[in-house]
């Protein structure tokens, strides 16, 4: 059975930093890509930053340069590193793996995490 549990949430001034932990089980990391997502008030949710299976990462442009998406398979767990917090980086964030080698695109997730709260104020 997949279980994500995102952790690591809370509130930050702009300019800060904040790491996320995603615990997983009944995830293999050489075949499940990985990935983090979130969602603001009354806006869509989008893609922040993919790692597929062979290494690869993947980051949405807004991200780029200050977010880092990692993982320790000793501890089964997925984080990712945010600094130069901005107010438009305040959503709520999600874990998700696909049963798929690549998260490239964003696309097909299998299982989610129930997010955690992250707001950044200026």
């Known amino acids: 059975q997949v279980q994500l549990v995102e952790s690591g949430g809370g509130s930050v001034q702009a300019g800060g930093s904040l790491t996320l932990s995603c615990a997983t089980s009944?995830?293999?990391?050489?075949?499940?890509?990985m990935a983090w997502f979130r969602q603001a008030p009354g806006k869509e949710r989008e893609g922040v930053a993919a790692l597929d299976s062979d290494g690869m990462i993947t980051y949405a442009d807004s991200v780029k340069g200050r977010f880092t998406i990692s993982q320790d398979n000793a501890k089964n767990t997925l984080y990712l590193q945010m600094n130069s917090l901005k107010p438009d980086d305040t959503a709520t964030y999600y874990c998700?793996?696909?049963?798929?080698?690549?998260?490239?695109?964003?696309?097909?997730?299998?299982?989610w995490g129930k997010g955690t709260l992250v707001t950044i104020s200026s």
């Open positions: 009944g995830i293999t990391y050489s075949t499940n890509c």
């Open positions: 998700a793996a696909a049963n798929a080698v690549y998260c490239s695109d964003f696309y097909g997730m299998d299982w």
